[in-house]
């Protein structure tokens, strides 16, 4: 069964670098998602991308973010400078189109943790 | 705003049956979410609820939507060790519940 991958599992950094973290989604799907999950708290949408561009994003996804998909399988998701608040579960999600009924199949997500 | 709010943790023996709730407040939402989050691996949706239905059965799923009060509950029929993990509920624009830890006791 296809599934979303993202890479890697684990990620430390120091506050103020910059990190890439990278998910592959399910090969025929056209919309990709990022949301993320601080320890113990909800998990929080950030953007949504089609067709090489933002769709949609909430209040948290601010300058310091950015997405991307450089080659037509990897989604990526950059932090420019992060900061402490940044650790979090960062969850990757793919569609094959955007509405209420269209599953969103999540990866197993990457742990970003800012020290 | 929106906001969906769920009780934390949750424990019920095999066998029984396990009810989760959840309050929600966009009461323009659409569809109703529930996603099953196991240790270690991302969301996985269960089910879903169209906002105009009272109940959807599925398996041993059942959802059972209350407009009036915003209120959502899956119940888990004939529960299994397998069903543990973390419940969380969604509005149609994507916000998510605190989540539910399901701790199945055998």
């Known amino acids: 069964e296809p599934e979303v991958t993202q890479t890697p599992s684990h990620q430390v950094t120091q506050m103020g670098q910059e990190v890439i973290l990278r998910c592959v989604p399910i090969s025929n799907h056209l919309y990709f998602y990022w949301y993320r999950q601080i320890l113990g708290q909800k998990v929080e949408f950030l953007v949504s991308f089609y067709n090489n561009e933002i769709s949609e994003k909430s209040e948290i996804f601010d300058d310091q973010f950015s997405v991307e998909r450089p080659d037509g399988s990897n989604f990526t998701l950059k932090i420019r400078s992060t900061k402490l608040e940044d650790s979090a579960m960062y969850f990757c999600?793919?569609?094959?189109?955007?509405?209420?009924?269209?599953?969103?199949?999540f990866g197993p997500g990457t742990r970003l943790t800012v020290t | 705003g929106e906001d969906v709010e769920q009780s934390l943790f949750l424990s019920v023996r095999e066998g029984d049956s396990s009810v989760i709730n959840c309050t929600y407040t966009?009461?323009?939402?659409?569809?109703l979410y529930w996603y099953k989050q196991e240790p270690g691996a991302g969301l996985q949706l269960l089910t879903y609820i169209f906002s105009n239905m009272d109940m959807k059965q599925d398996q041993r799923l059942t959802v059972l939507l209350n407009k009036k009060d915003k209120h959502l509950s899956l119940r888990i029929a004939d529960t299994q060790t397998g069903d543990s993990a973390i419940y969380f509920c969604?509005?149609?624009?994507?916000?998510f519940g605190t989540g539910t830890k399901l701790q199945v006791i055998p």
């Open positions: 969604a509005e149609t624009k994507v916000t």
């Open positions: 966009d009461s323009s939402s659409t569809y």
């Open positions: 999600a793919s569609s094959d189109g955007q509405g209420a009924t269209y599953e969103q199949y």
